[in-house]
């Protein structure tokens, strides 16, 4: 597990610096790592609320991927935000031609924390086919697990249940089911893998309105623990542990006046 590992991030931006690409640059280069990305989309966006998003020409984004792609040696890829079918296809064009075998990790975006619509509604569909069999592990909320699955999730059990039915169902490897906007004052996780077994991840819930983009750098977080070398248990366990610990750091924060960022630089800070 020695050197320096590339990890690539396929996402939007955020103008707001707390989730999407930014987030991803955020967390892979605090974990030591290389950062290379592709944009999907640019959002204009703050704490409150997304204003405008616009979805970057397919060709354009086959073009960021194709590049990165033919000069380094990548050993992880998370995507997160994709936005429209026609970028789904461009991703999976780019991965086949350039003969893409290693980790992949897809956070599948649908709202904003916020609230707001971060999907094309047609485009749901066309990303189960196309991406999810492609996946080392999938890691919806509890919202975007639903919305996959068709099912309703009110206990940790539906957790488990709905896991598998993804697993099954999308062909995917393996899928995380995160609980983070679960009532309750613990949050659980639960990781379903594609012989149905399962373990859950539970910690306690911190009271913070500093929760802007914890997905992006959950999913990015995880991508790049498996770009080091850590089996999927093992990545999944220190990717929550440095998402918990940067949204510790920044729970009495003020950035902004809605739902502000966590602190993704918790870790640098402690060796000064």
């Not at 103008?15 to 959002?43: E, H, M, N, P, R």
């Not at 991840?201 to 997905?215: L, Q, R």
């Not at 992006?216 to 366990?237: D, M």
């Amino acid at each position: 597990m020695e050197g320096i590992r590339h990890i690539l991030t396929i996402a939007g931006s955020d103008s707001v610096g707390g989730a999407g690409i930014q987030a991803d640059i955020k967390t892979i280069f605090s974990l030591g790592q290389y950062t290379a990305s592709a944009i999907t989309a640019v959002t204009a966006q703050n704490t409150c609320g997304v204003r405008m998003i616009q979805a970057v020409d397919s060709a354009v984004l086959s073009a960021q991927i194709d590049a990165v792609l033919d000069d380094l040696d990548v050993d992880a890829i998370k995507i997160g935000m994709v936005y429209t079918k026609e970028n789904v296809d461009a991703i999976r064009d780019s991965l086949a031609k350039n003969n893409y075998r290693g980790h992949l990790v897809l956070d599948p975006v649908l709202v904003a924390t916020s609230g707001d619509m971060l999907a094309k509604a047609d485009f749901l569909n066309v990303l189960k086919e196309q991406l999810f069999p492609l996946c080392t592990v999938l890691t919806p909320n509890i919202s975007e697990a639903e919305a996959i699955s068709g099912m309703k999730i009110t206990s940790v059990d539906d957790m488990v249940e709905c896991g598998r039915w993804i697993v099954s169902n999308c062909h995917c490897k393996n899928v995380l089911v995160k609980g983070g906007h679960s009532t309750g004052e613990k949050m659980t996780d639960i990781l379903v893998s594609d012989d149905g077994t399962f373990k859950a991840f539970t910690a306690e819930k911190i009271d913070s309105n500093n929760t802007h983009g914890t997905g992006c750098t959950l999913s990015s977080a995880i991508a790049t623990f498996l770009g080091i070398g850590y089996p999927l248990e093992e990545s999944v366990a220190r990717a929550k542990d440095y998402v918990y610990n940067a949204i510790m750091a920044a729970k009495d924060a003020k950035v902004g006046h809605g739902h502000g960022s966590t602190n993704h630089f918790w870790g640098l800070e402690k060796t000064k």
